[in-house]
Nanobody, 125 residues
Framework: VQLQAFGGGLVQAGGSLRLSCAVS????????MGWFRQAPGKEREFVVA????????YYSDSVKGRFTYSRDNGKNTVYLQMNSLKPEDTAVYYCAASRSGGWPELAVAVKYDYWGQGTQVTVSS
């Protein structure tokens, strides 16, 4: 399974970006898909995950109400719509796939089996 994330860029505070993660090699249907981010000098941080087994989407408190996860099974692609961006959202964003379907394990990076290369999001103040 290969994941490729793209769509990052530079945006002013309050702006929006839409990240995409294209999955190849296998259908995404049996996988939980998640997004994580990592800012310089910080640990990788959970952003959102959608469980394949329950259909439930979980958001971190820091992005709830501003970010929206979606997936297109036909295109084998997942998306992260990011609105009302803040300078503290600046990070490299990674998409990931996990065979696990349970919560709260889905918020833990080591529970993910496949990772994309990351895409940089920079929010200026």
């Amino acid at each position: 399974v290969q994941l490729q994330a793209f769509g990052g860029g530079l945006v002013q505070a309050g702006g929006s970006l839409r990240l995409s993660c294209a999955v190849s090699g296998r259908t995404i249907r049996p996988y939980t898909m998640g997004w994580f981010r990592q800012a310089p000098g910080k640990e990788r941080e959970f952003v959102v995950a959608s469980s394949w087994s329950t259909g439930t989407t979980y958001y971190s408190d820091s992005v709830k109400g501003r970010f929206t996860y979606s997936r297109d099974n036909g295109k084998n692609t997942v998306y992260l719509q990011m609105n009302s961006l803040k300078p503290e959202d600046t990070a490299v964003y990674y998409c990931a796939a996990s065979r696990s379907g349970g919560w709260p394990e889905l918020a833990v990076a080591v529970k993910y089996d496949y990772w994309g290369q990351g895409t940089q999001v920079t929010v200026s103040s």
